[in-house]
């Protein structure tokens, strides 16, 4: 009796980085947990990629719909800002995840909700799950912040930097991914191409389609072998099937 494969949710944003996902696959569309999902069979498993909304809670809800369906593994991925050392065209994976504009204005200035005592803002990931998607994609591994207004000043860029100093990415998806995750016991990750600096909003220099397909190529590379995460739980179809359930 052969083993039931690997399933990976991928998590994006919008389609065009789905798209970006699962380019050069003979991807199935069709509906899964009452969500429009593609599917593709790959050497490293069937993965179910989404286009799961803009900002943490549009992708916590959408993450948490899909994985009562048996996932061994949740990735969050799409283009993003960065913050020096990550250049333009280049990739980020999360070694820790931080939502840093959750909290509250003060006189003395921003206070996370973690300095405020309402929770924690910051979650280490899987040491082992990040050098590997290290390795296989040649990614710079350090935080990647979630935030729900795009930083647009470099007085705001300063402040992350100060509070984050090894921050590398900023995205607006990953803290509200990794929550639904770890209430299901899976495990995570967070894998980003830059494709603007983080700080004035420069629209012209901004370079979304190179990002999308270093995202492209960097999935390409993961999804060459099995993921170091856990046996095929729950899978929805066989190996030999990744068509989609309607």
């Given at each position: 009796m052969t083993s039931a494969p690997h399933r990976i949710l991928v998590v994006t944003a919008v389609a065009a980085e789905r798209d970006a996902v699962l380019a050069g696959r003979r991807a199935a569309a069709g509906t899964v947990a009452g969500l429009p999902v593609h599917r593709a069979l790959t050497p490293a498993g069937l993965v179910d990629a989404v286009s799961g909304g803009v900002g943490p809670?549009?992708?916590?809800?959408?993450?948490?719909?899909?994985?009562?369906?048996?996932?061994?593994?949740?990735?969050?991925?799409?283009?993003?800002?960065?913050?020096p050392p990550a250049e333009v065209g280049t990739l980020v994976v999360a070694d820790a995840v931080v939502h840093a504009d959750l909290g509250a204005e003060t006189a003395d200035g921003f206070s996370s909700m973690a300095e405020?005592?309402?929770?924690?803002?910051?979650?280490?990931?899987?040491?082992?799950?990040?050098?590997?998607?290290?390795?296989?994609?040649?990614?710079?591994?350090?935080?990647?912040?979630?935030?729900?207004?795009?930083?647009?000043?470099?007085?705001?860029?300063?402040?992350?930097?100060?509070?984050?100093?090894?921050?590398?990415?900023?995205?607006?998806?990953?803290?509200?991914?990794?929550?639904?995750?770890?209430?299901?016991?899976?495990?995570?990750?967070?894998?980003?191409?830059?494709?603007?600096?983080?700080?004035?909003?420069?629209?012209?220099?901004?370079?979304?389609?190179?990002?999308?397909?270093?995202?492209?190529?960097a999935f390409s590379d993961l999804l060459a072998a099995p993921l170091p995460a856990g046996g095929g739980r729950a899978a929805m179809l066989p190996a030999e099937n990744p068509g989609v359930h309607r």
């Open positions: 809670v549009a992708a916590a809800v959408s993450t948490g719909r899909l994985l009562g369906q048996g996932y061994d593994v949740v990735i969050s991925a799409g283009i993003a800002g960065g913050f405020l005592g309402w929770g924690e803002v910051r979650h280490g990931l899987d040491p082992a799950l990040v050098t590997e998607i290290r390795r296989r994609t040649g990614a710079r591994a350090g935080a990647v912040l979630t935030v729900s207004t795009a930083t647009g000043s470099r007085r705001r860029t300063e402040q992350l930097l100060a509070a984050h100093p090894d921050a590398l990415a900023e995205a607006m998806e990953g803290f509200g991914c990794y929550l639904a995750a770890a209430a299901a016991g899976v495990p995570f990750a967070e894998l980003r191409a830059i494709a603007n600096p983080v700080g004035p909003r420069q629209r012209e220099s901004w370079r979304i389609a190179d990002a999308l397909t270093a995202l492209t190529v």
